[in-house]
């Protein structure tokens, strides 16, 4: 693995390749099932196909017909191989923990057929990245005031791809794994768990390989398929290079109704415009990634349609082979595995939300970066609209494994509510929506965007009405009054005290001259009253 995350391809040579091929002939090839016979459980007494692959008796060893069931040697030859492969899987560090994460790489590369998949890509391929990488992010300078993000690019093959991100989908996966393996444990009835004892060890590496087989058959139909390194809403590799699979290209230019140099330069523009984001915006990952646990903590697993087979089945039914085998060939049509459920739907929603605003937001800055320059980018990018929307089949898988899909439902609504916005406030005011969650729109946004609008610009002209230097010089002001008021109160105060006391002391002179008039009266009153008696 190099610095930039996706290096160079492994060892590829001819040992490998046999290596390869004897697993595909020892162990499944990512059927989705716990025992590897596919959805259906009964499906290699019939000939469907099993284990090995589409043989019917799976590996090498299969010798029944198609549509006839074969013989209990090939059976007995299968089950052999799967439990070789198997063996060879639970003993390998990988397989602890709640997925084997060996077999399902094991599986992974079973599915990867063709030397696209397998063989480094040419040194001609990586300088045509390089190239198309350096061109675009000059045009996305005008489309987006978030710097470029990319620190290196490369061309890359499936078989890197999934060495590359492997650690970061066993952070995904795991909690996912957790739950539905504790789902899978409580789902057993009381007698039966009370009696597993220390062989609940063994039933919890049986989940492990049951989720491990599912996970690496969905990682090879995406490794089959991914175009580039950003390809499903979040950096799958660590690292910041611009990744691009150009073994795709051929493939993908005949879905987008383009040639193969435009197909390479759209890309190039997708994933330099997903860098800048994801190295910009450092909170976005984790916020995903937070998504997906919360939502995993709600997951449950629904076994109705295993139950409701097992009340068609009738004793009696043992005594007529005729009832039997159409019972059989009844279940042999019904995919009886279970499914996952969740009561935190909340989360589901929140996540499929962020993935939306993150893949809206890629192709309006996509589309405004190449505007004119590429003729064709309006048609391939509805084009790519489409294949993102119906052509997954990998996510698909994914959704029946463990019920959550990195998919963005309500990309082409989140492009439409980030198109408007721009026109409202302008790129740079757009782009500053994502310096925290709290500003991010909400699922209903998508829907009805002209609230979520409304409140930029009306917190846009709070800011247009704010003068901090006016402010600043207003408080400086009602800072220097607050100082000097004190003393102009203490002067009037000291001149109310003052003529209190001027109006004391003349009431006290008043006093004075009253007590003194009052004496002389008294004086007066005394002669006249002495001069009478006389």
Not at 311 to 320: A, I, K, S, V
Not at 407 to 436: C, F, M, Y
Request: a negative charge; aromatic letters at 6%; glycine letters at 10%.
């Amino acid at each position: 693995m190099s610095n930039f995350g996706f290096g160079s391809n492994g060892p590829d040579d001819e040992s490998d390749d046999d290596g390869r091929r004897r697993d595909d002939d020892n162990g499944n090839s990512g059927n989705n099932d716990p025992f590897g016979f596919g959805a259906n459980p009964f499906g290699f007494l019939f000939g469907a196909p099993g284990a090995g692959g589409a043989n019917g008796a799976g590996g090498n060893g299969g010798n029944g017909a198609a549509g006839q069931g074969p013989g209990l040697g090939d059976i007995l030859g299968q089950f052999g191989n799967m439990l070789a492969g198997f063996g060879r899987d639970m003993n390998s560090p990988d397989a602890q923990g709640p997925v084997n994460y060996a077999l399902a790489e094991r599986i992974a590369r079973q599915q990867l057929t063709g030397d696209a998949a397998r063989k480094q890509p040419a040194s001609k391929d990586s300088q045509a990245v390089a190239e198309s990488v350096r061109l675009v992010e000059l045009w996305l300078d005008e489309a987006t005031v978030l710097p470029a993000g990319a620190t290196g690019s490369v061309a890359f093959t499936g078989s890197q791809w999934l060495d590359e991100t492997l650690p970061r989908w066993k952070r995904v996966i795991n909690p996912l794994a957790e739950k539905l393996g504790a789902a899978s444990m409580d789902g057993l009835p009381e007698e039966i768990r009370s009696q597993l004892g220390p062989m609940s060890g063994i039933f919890s590496q049986i989940n492990g390989m049951n989720f491990g087989m599912q996970l690496g058959r969905t990682l090879g139909q995406l490794a089959g398929t991914v175009a580039m390194s950003t390809q499903w809403g979040i950096p799958l590799a660590e690292g910041s290079v611009a990744a691009v699979n150009t073994s795709q290209l051929d493939d993908l230019s005949k879905k987008l109704g383009a040639e193969r140099r435009e197909t390479l330069i759209y890309l190039a523009t997708r994933e330099a415009a997903h860098l800048r984001l994801f190295q910009h915006v450092p909170w976005l990952v984790e916020r995903v990634i937070l998504d997906v646990e919360e939502f995993a903590t709600g997951l449950s697993l629904d076994n109705s349609a295993m139950e409701e087979a097992s009340q068609q089945f009738n004793p009696e039914m043992l005594g007529d082979p005729q009832k039997m085998q159409e019972m059989m060939s009844q279940l042999q049509d019904s995919d009886l595995s279970p499914t996952v459920v969740s009561s935190t739907d909340h989360a589901r929603i929140r996540l499929e939300t962020s993935l939306s605003l993150i893949e809206g937001w890629v192709d309006l800055v996509v589309g405004e970066a190449m505007g004119d320059r590429l003729p064709v980018a309006a048609s391939i990018g509805a084009a790519w609209s489409v294949h993102r929307d119906k052509d997954q089949p990998g996510m698909d898988a994914m959704v029946k494994a463990v019920g959550i899909s990195l998919s963005a439902p309500k990309a082409s609504e989140a492009a439409e509510l980030w198109r408007r916005l721009t026109v409202a406030v302008g790129i740079e005011r757009r782009d500053q929506v994502w310096n925290h969650p709290d500003f991010l729109p909400v699922d209903s946004d998508l829907d009805s965007p002209a609230e979520f609008i409304d409140s930029i610009l009306a917190s846009e002209e709070e800011v247009d009405g704010f003068d901090p230097i006016g402010e600043i010089e207003k408080l400086e002001r009602e800072l220097n009054e607050g100082f000097d008021a004190p003393a102009e109160d203490d002067t009037a105060d000291s001149a109310d005290d003052s003529a209190v006391e001027d109006a004391s002391d003349a009431s006290d002179a008043a006093d004075t001259e009253d007590d003194g008039n009052s004496d002389n009266d008294d004086n007066n009153d005394d002669n006249g009253a002495s001069d009478s008696d006389k």
